[in-house]
C-alpha cells in the first residue's frame, strides 16, 4: 500500500472515543478493538483525506516525535487496523 493514498475508515464499524481512548466494534465479525490516546487520534483522523504520510505528519508535529518514529508507529497501527479490514486505502474503498 501506497504511503500517499488517503486512508478511509469501513463505514460500518461502530466506534466511540472514552476518556481519550477509542473502543471500536465490528459487529459483523464480533471483534472489539481498544485504542489508546494517540491511536485513537490518529483513528479520527482517518476520514479519506489523510494518507499515512499524513498522519505521520500529525504525530511529529503534535507529540515532538522524529519523522521515522512517527513513520514507523503510523505504518504499524495501520496495519494492525488493515488486518482486521478496519480500514482501507481509498482508491480500494471505491471498488
Do not use: C, Q
Not at 481519550?20 to 494517540?38: Q, S, Y
Amino acid at each position: 500500500m501506497s504511503s500517499k493514498l488517503p486512508l478511509i475508515r469501513r463505514a460500518d464499524i461502530d466506534w466511540r472515543v472514552v476518556e481519550g481512548e477509542a473502543i471500536l466494534l465490528d459487529l459483523e465479525e464480533a471483534e472489539v478493538l481498544r485504542l489508546n490516546r494517540m491511536a485513537a487520534e490518529l483513528w479520527t483522523l482517518i476520514d479519506g483525506t489523510r494518507s499515512v504520510d499524513d498522519l505521520a505528519r500529525h504525530l511529529e508535529r503534535t507529540y515532538d516525535v522524529s519523522g521515522w518514529r512517527a513513520r514507523r508507529d503510523v505504518r504499524r497501527f495501520v496495519r494492525r487496523l488493515r488486518r482486521r479490514d478496519f480500514v482501507r486505502p481509498m482508491e480500494a474503498a471505491r471498488r
